[in-house]
């Protein structure tokens, strides 16, 4: 093994180590910290549901639509969504006029109330 | 019983990982993960990572979103890099550039999607591999490969450890909870049945959770104890099973990691 190889090793494992020290993320050196955080128990939960044609259907979107539902908050962005979804999942969404997201939410000791619907 | 890695060819081994990067390729384009599926998704962002940065700095992402159809190159190039892997032509240059459109993806991936997924760190360390002709660099970068992937396992513990949710005895339930907030409305089919099991305190949460540090902490014997490298490659399939049973998440992009623990290349 050359020597410059030797160096761009031992410069990446440095680099590794600090950024895992660190905890934080930046290419190519990633941190592996995913639930290691206490949770204070569930004192508040948001979370969204995607209704099409009056029928849930959160169960049915893959991953990657699920991570983009999440961050739907305003009317703006939930009409980008629906658009989006209706070209990334053409199988399920027909038109995106027929879609509803609603946003629930659960504070400490009550019940799952509906927030807002875009 | 000996668990040591079992000596393959540097021929065996290379085919293993080309093998490996397309099962992944095809995989991706089934879970509709390719870019160009994807499309203009509405929210990009790659939170804190700064190379993310970089390239929103100097254009590259304000090309694409003028330009969508230019993500379709990406997922072409690697196809094209494949198949002239396979077929054995410009193999050099072939395997440069996949490495080079791997990590273009992977961040324009994680980029588009607005989440850092790890799943397609397994495609980048087996392109990475295949840059190697030279079989003793080939056999000494596989396991370099071997303990980078341990040190994952470790390190998540570790952090488990130090973080607290370790300590935490309803650690898994209350993650789960976040994980399947449908519990909430009483859409219970939509949850794993073990996850399910623990959320309603049928299953021990506890117990479940330790196994699971127990075993990214077993990772630590590949490199005191090589010869269990074997039972680590099951150990890492086992979690993998488990992330899928109790969170739902498939990390099938990993699996193929598994085979750096089972096989060693000799560069005789």
């Given at each position: 093994m050359?020597?410059?190889l030797?160096?761009?090793i031992?410069?990446f ?106 | 019983?000996?668990?040591a890695s079992k000596n393959i060819s540097y021929e065996k081994g290379r085919w293993m990982i080309l093998f490996s990067i ?73 395997s440069?550039?996949?490495l ?21 760190i397994g495609f980048l360390i087996l392109s990475f591999l295949f840059l190697f002709e030279d079989k003793k660099l080939f056999s000494d970068f596989w396991k370099l490969s071997r303990y980078y992937v341990a040190f994952i ?66 990772f630590?014997?590949s490199f005191?104890?090589p010869?269990?490298n074997q039972?680590l490659g099951?150990?890492l ?17 990993f699996?193929p990691l598994s085979l750096l623990f089972f096989y060693q290349p000799t560069d005789i």
């Amino acid at each position: 093994m050359s020597i410059l190889l030797r160096l761009l090793i031992f410069l990446f494992l440095l680099g590794q180590l600090l950024f895992t020290v660190k905890g934080v993320e930046s290419f190519p050196f990633f941190h592996f910290g995913m639930y290691s955080a206490q949770l204070s128990g569930t004192t508040q939960i948001e979370f969204h549901r995607i209704f099409y044609q009056k029928k849930d259907i959160t169960a049915k979107l893959n991953p990657i639509a699920r991570y983009q539902l999440k961050y739907c908050r305003s009317e703006v962005y939930a009409q980008r969504y629906k658009k989006w979804l209706r070209y990334y999942l053409p199988h399920i969404i027909k038109d995106e006029t027929k879609i509803d997201i609603k946003i629930f939410q659960k504070r400490k000791d009550q019940n799952i109330e509906l927030k807002k619907t875009l | 019983m000996n668990l040591a890695s079992k000596n393959i060819s540097y021929e065996k081994g290379r085919w293993m990982i080309l093998f490996s990067i397309s099962f992944i390729w095809v995989y991706n384009f089934f879970q509709l993960s390719w870019l160009s599926q994807i499309g203009a998704s509405p929210y990009w962002s790659g939170s804190s990572d700064r190379i993310h940065h970089v390239l929103e700095g100097i254009g590259y992402f304000s090309l694409l979103r003028k330009h969508i159809f230019c993500l379709g190159f990406i997922d072409l190039g690697i196809s094209t890099c494949i198949i002239l892997l396979w077929s054995r032509m410009f193999q050099k240059t072939a395997s440069y550039l996949l490495l080079i459109l791997g990590i273009l993806y992977f961040i324009t991936y994680r980029s588009i999607i607005a989440h850092p997924e790890h799943q397609m760190i397994g495609f980048l360390i087996l392109s990475f591999l295949f840059l190697f002709e030279d079989k003793k660099l080939f056999s000494d970068f596989w396991k370099l490969s071997r303990y980078y992937v341990a040190f994952i396992f470790i390190s998540a513990a570790l952090w488990k450890m130090s973080r607290g949710s370790a300590w935490d005895p309803d650690a898994l339930q209350k993650i789960l909870l976040i994980q399947f907030p449908q519990y909430y409305l009483n859409h219970n089919e939509e949850i794993p049945f073990f996850a399910l099991q623990i959320i309603k305190g049928n299953l021990s949460s506890t117990l479940i959770w330790n196994s699971v540090i127990l075993l990214e902490l077993s990772f630590l014997l590949s490199f005191i104890k090589p010869r269990w490298n074997q039972g680590l490659g099951i150990c890492l399939l086992l979690f993998l099973v488990a992330d899928a049973c109790f969170m739902q998440i498939y990390f099938i992009e990993f699996a193929p990691l598994s085979l750096l623990f089972f096989y060693q290349p000799t560069d005789i």
